[in-house]
């Protein structure tokens, strides 16, 4: 199974990114997904969620300005980060879990390598 997360960056604030997951070697429709983030000296956290179903979860720290979506066909999700603050800086991971809804990251079943995102002010 691999988890390819693309699309991190430097970015000022206010600006705009979008972070891409290829998904491969799982049944993609499966899964719900995720993005995590971990900032330099904190917890990692559950950014926002698509369910295998569609439904979503966002953490209320980004309500608002990110959307997640997934593509089934193409075992692919996408997080649109608009609006972008100091504080989302961190490195963001994809995930996939089978089972738990929002994702848990004690349960999470396969992870991505993280993609960095700075955001300076």
């Known amino acids: 199974v691999q988890l390819q997360a693309s699309g991190g960056g430097l970015v000022q604030a206010g600006g705009s990114l979008r972070l891409s997951c290829a998904a491969s070697g799982l049944t993609f429709s499966n899964y719900h997904m995720g993005w995590f983030r971990q900032a330099p000296g904190k917890e990692r956290e559950l950014v926002a969620a698509?369910?295998?179903?569609?439904?979503?979860y966002y953490a209320d720290s980004v309500k608002g300005r990110f959307t997640i979506s997934r593509d089934n066909t193409k075992t692919t999700m996408r997080l649109q980060m608009n609006s972008l603050k100091p504080e989302d800086t961190a490195v963001y991971y994809c995930?996939?879990?089978?089972?738990?809804?929002?994702?848990?990251?004690?349960?999470?079943?396969?992870w991505g390598k993280g993609t960095l995102v700075t955001v300076s002010s």
């Open positions: 698509v369910a295998w179903r569609g439904g979503t």
């Open positions: 995930a996939a879990d089978r089972s738990t809804w929002p994702l848990s990251g004690y349960t999470t079943n396969y």
